[in-house]
């Protein structure tokens, strides 16, 4: 009885895990995406300021700005869906041996 309890448990501990690890995987694709838009960004800052270019440089600047606050929010995002999915994993293996 509690051998198929564990079972059952097992079974759900894996795949939350999986689908916790592959949504850290899509949210650190779309960081990699954030911070190369804002490294596009801050290269037309910067070429527009040697060109002496300065209109619409406060726009971009703000734009590259809240890219980067975004980064940072994603990337802590990513690490706690990592760190739970882990765990989750451990966790099933725990259960796996106990099951033995």
Known sequence: MIKTALKHYEKLLVISSIILIFASLAVGCYVAWNRL???RNTTKIARQREKNQHENLEGLRKLVNLQDER????????????????????????????QQ
């Not at 990592?82 to 994993?89: D, P, V």
């Open 71 to 98: 980064t940072w929010l994603l990337l802590r995002l990513q690490a706690i869906l990592f760190g739970l999915g882990s765990f989750l994993l451990l966790i099933a293996a725990i259960v796996k041996y106990l």
């Open 37 to 39: 838009s804002s490294f």
